[in-house]
């Protein structure tokens, strides 16, 4: 543990990077982890599973606390679905939470590689989704879907995370309706109660790795500051071309490791 407690500069730089465009993507449109988990692992190949789904999450809430801000300063989500739809994630990210501590990462890949060739195709195919509002259902409905998607994806951030913010939008816009740039600053607030119902877990259970957690959370501030106003000045259009090319980079990686290329 000495090792993992008194990191090297390079090890420290490395980390800084990787929060910082972790936080930027994650901004633009979620999926920060797949970039900063893997940073964590080949810096660390002798943390525990625990001890880097807990350093992950403790960076990342800072970039999603600074994008949730900036999004919802600048775009004004409706809070009647946001909020039910944070605290439904909440609550499954805490148990996801209790599960990440007992399951291998390993299981997950193929999961996650099906999931994301599913959404990255969904999408190519459908040009017009997500380039305007146009809700499916209204009122208590919307908002019990919101919740819906809110509970189950947080059920899997907090078991292990990858790709949530990612597949959080892809619910907002495919299942609901919402526009690239409505769906990003509802999905930051959601991802915010997700990565705060890990840490609900993980911090007390001395998982979190503090000093290589706070540099991640500073450059994750930074990032995620940095993406939103990106995608808030850009809007929906460039929004949907980053999910695209983030979704299309992850699966490349992800299937690329369960085919053993790298």
Do not use: C, E
């Not at 465009?21 to 002798?46: S, T």
């Not at 999450?57 to 300063?73: D, E, F, N, Q, V």
């Not at 501590?101 to 195919?125: D, E, M, R």
């Amino acid at each position: 543990m000495s090792a993992l407690a008194d990191p090297t500069p390079t090890l420290i730089a490395v980390v800084a990077v990787a929060g910082f465009v972790a936080g930027w993507v994650d901004a633009v449109v979620g999926g920060g982890g797949l970039i900063q988990l893997p940073a964590l692992l080949l810096a660390f190949p002798g943390a525990a599973p625990a001890q880097l789904l807990a350093t992950n999450k403790l960076g990342s809430i800072a970039g999603t606390t600074t994008a949730s801000i900036t999004y919802y300063r600048r775009v004004r989500p409706d809070l009647r679905t946001a909020l039910p739809m944070a605290a439904l994630a909440y609550l499954g990210a805490v148990g996801g939470a209790f599960i990440g501590l007992h399951i291998p990462k390993s299981a997950f890949n193929p999961i996650i590689l099906v999931l994301l060739v599913a959404v990255g195709a969904y999408t190519v195919l459908k040009p017009s989704l997500g380039t305007a509002t146009a809700l499916r259902w209204d009122g208590a409905r919307h908002t019990a879907a919101a919740a819906g998607i809110g509970f189950v994806i947080g059920v899997y951030d907090g078991a292990l995370g990858p790709g949530t913010g990612s597949f959080m939008v892809f619910a907002l816009v495919g299942l609901l309706g919402y526009a690239f740039l409505q769906a990003s600053a509802k999905a930051k607030i959601a991802n915010l109660a997700t990565n705060l119902g890990a840490l609900t877990v993980f911090a007390p259970g001395g998982h979190v790795l503090w000093q290589v957690g706070l540099v991640l959370a500073a450059a994750n501030l930074l990032g995620g500051y940095a993406g939103a106003r990106t995608a808030v000045r850009l809007g929906s259009r460039f929004v949907r071309w980053v999910f695209i090319a983030i979704v299309s980079a992850f699966t490349i990686r992800i299937g690329g490791t369960l085919l053993g290329l790298w």
